[in-house]
């Protein structure tokens, strides 16, 4: 009998150990590099790999890597193996493969399922390229330009005249400032006001929109705050709970995009509750970079006199030439999309705070073995079932190459000697085309880019011809990056800038 059992005991054992073995296998723990194929960095840590040490500071992990691989390497994150490609003049081998080798969708449903808990259909891409053609584009952009500018002046402008105002400075964070008005104006352009049942309801409906916004707006910076561990899969249950319940938020009067969006789902039998979740990813789409870009900018602006010189006067000049004036108990004057048409400095301005503050990481599934194809020649072999991610961040913003003295703000730096747009940058004698990728690129790129830089174009605008604004402390420190947000757009100041500001008229 004991032999049987010493039998049945070892069988037991090879089978444990067999399956540790296919688990471990499966898992890519025996992988070894190649011939071909990039320089592989396992870390030390099984399964995990790198991802600690990627997570507390993607930007100097990523450059530690290029320092010690070179421009291309594949490390383990988290249970994938990701592939880096940095070396900018080769990025076009990453923006336009066929998506049958890499794939931006099998990337983004995982991370819509986990993060948002949205489980959507195969076509959601195509209908939201669609929807932003129509929506975000020409005529589309042209009325949604127009609805940001009446909210804009709701929010920023409805003291103006009253004896509430008073002329009198006020104290606030600039962060939260700018975070809210273009955070509520950009809600409120998108997802629509309130109702107006009766004539000479307006007032009532603009106060409804003013309130109901700012307690959007704190229930969204809580969840804001969750994301970056939201997207790495580690938040608490207690934040998961809190996170679905600001997503089952219910919206009404919602814009074209939106609309379109939302209906196209319910015909096609989309359960609401999962709408909602959409609803909600589209809101942070929307509305998480913006608020925190405009932030930089009227931060950067304000230390930068010479910039804020070269803007305000500019935006003077759009304004008159509109045969618009600001004068007290005037009309409000309006930045129609015409007029931002005419503003290649401010232009310039946006174009450098994004290069200074955005810093998305691209990601792709590769769903064939496939050659990596680079500028100077060189190839690498990838592997199905990996990833392929770029950092523009450290690979172009930050390169001394392309931008000289690449941490200054140099308002100007995206334009030419004869004032047009300045797209010529070079690295090694080679010309760049992706000198900056603030958007990402290729299938995945930001569909409201272009109106996201009227958002902040329109915001500066009435900042600039509304309102007299100022650092507390002139000789305030630029603030330090919070590195826990590396990946997700634009970044966010580790710290509150005091400032005050105050109507003019
Ligand atoms: C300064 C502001 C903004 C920045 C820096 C920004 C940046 C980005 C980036 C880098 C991506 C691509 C992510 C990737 O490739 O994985 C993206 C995607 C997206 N953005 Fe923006 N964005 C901004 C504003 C907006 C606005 C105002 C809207 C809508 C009106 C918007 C809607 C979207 C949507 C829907 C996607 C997903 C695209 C897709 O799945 O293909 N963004 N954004």
């Given at each position: 009998i004991w032999r049987v059992q010493i039998l049945l005991l070892l069988t037991l054992f090879l089978c444990v150990l067999a399956c540790l073995f296919g688990g471990l296998w499966i898992q890519g723990f025996f992988r070894q590099r190649r011939p071909g194929e990039p320089p592989l960095d396992k870390g030390w840590i099984p399964w995990l790999g790198h991802v600690l040490e990627f997570r507390r500071d993607t930007a100097k992990f990523l450059q530690r890597m290029t320092q010690k691989h070179g421009d291309v390497f594949t490390i383990q994150l988290g249970g994938f193996y990701v592939t880096f490609l940095q070396d900018p003049l080769s990025f076009g081998a990453f923006a336009k493969e066929s998506r049958e080798k890499l794939n931006f969708n099998a990337f983004s449903r995982q991370l819509l399922a986990r993060v948002f808990g949205y489980v959507g259909f195969t076509t959601d891409h195509s209908i939201l390229e669609a929807t932003s053609q129509k929506h975000l584009k020409g005529h589309?952009?042209?009325?949604?330009?127009?609805?940001?500018?009446?909210?804009?002046?709701?929010?920023?402008?409805?003291?103006?005249?009253?004896?509430?105002?008073?002329k009198s400075w006020k104290e606030d964070g600039l962060f939260n400032y700018c975070y809210n008005i273009v955070f509520r104006a950009g809600y409120l352009?998108?997802?629509?006001?309130?109702?107006?049942?009766?004539?000479?309801?307006?007032?009532?409906?603009?106060?409804?929109?003013?309130?109901?916004?700012?307690?959007?707006?704190?229930?969204?910076?809580?969840?804001?705050?969750?994301?970056?561990?939201?997207?790495?899969?580690?938040?608490?249950?207690?934040?998961?709970r809190e996170a679905n319940r600001l997503t089952n938020e219910n919206k009404e009067n919602v814009s074209g995009w939106i609309w379109d969006m939302y209906h196209m789902r319910r015909e096609e039998g989309m359960k609401e509750l999962m709408i909602d979740r959409y609803m909600f990813v589209l809101l942070w789409a929307s509305q998480g970079n913006t608020g925190p870009s405009s932030f930089w900018l009227l931060f950067y602006l304000m230390k930068h006199p010479d910039a804020m010189e070269a803007v305000r006067n500019?935006?003077?000049?759009?304004?008159?030439?509109?045969?618009?004036?600001?004068?007290p108990g005037g009309p409000l004057v309006n930045l129609t999309h015409e007029m931002l048409m005419k503003t290649p400095v401010l232009d310039s301005a946006v174009e450098e705070v994004l290069r200074l503050v955005a810093a998305p990481l691209l990601t792709r599934s590769v769903l064939q073995d496939m050659t990596l194809k680079m500028a100077d020649g060189r190839e690498f072999l990838?592997?199905?079932?990996?990833?392929?991610?770029?950092?523009?961040?450290?690979?172009?913003?930050?390169?001394?190459?392309?931008?000289?003295?690449?941490f200054t703000f140099k308002y100007d730096r995206f334009l030419t000697p004869e004032g047009t747009k300045k797209t010529d940058f070079y690295k090694g004698g080679k010309r760049v085309r992706y000198y900056t990728m603030p958007w990402g690129s290729g299938v995945s790129m930001c569909p409201g880019r272009f109106f996201a830089t009227n958002e902040l174009k329109q915001f500066v605008f009435?900042?600039?011809?509304?309102?007299?604004?100022?650092?507390?402390?002139?000789?305030?420190?630029?603030?330090?990056?919070?590195?826990?947000?590396?990946?997700?757009?634009?970044?966010?100041p580790d710290r509150e800038v005091q400032f005050r500001y105050r109507l003019r008229y």
């Open positions: 589309g952009l042209q009325i949604m330009t127009e609805s940001m500018m009446s909210n804009l002046q709701n929010l920023m402008l409805h003291h103006l005249g009253s004896c509430e105002n008073q352009a998108l997802y629509g006001n309130a109702t107006t049942q009766t004539e000479g309801d307006e007032e009532k409906a603009r106060i409804n929109d003013r309130t109901e916004s700012e307690i959007l707006f704190h229930e969204f910076r809580k969840y804001d705050q969750l994301f970056p561990n939201l997207a790495y899969g580690v938040l608490t249950p207690k934040g998961r500019e935006v003077l000049k759009v304004l008159k030439e509109s045969g618009q004036e600001v004068r990838i592997r199905k079932g990996d990833r392929m991610a770029v950092f523009p961040y450290i690979a172009v913003h930050i390169d001394p190459e392309i931008h000289p003295d690449p009435l900042m600039l011809v509304y309102f007299d604004f100022e650092l507390m402390n002139p000789d305030e420190k630029i603030p330090h990056i919070d590195h826990q947000r590396w990946g997700f757009g634009t970044m966010q």
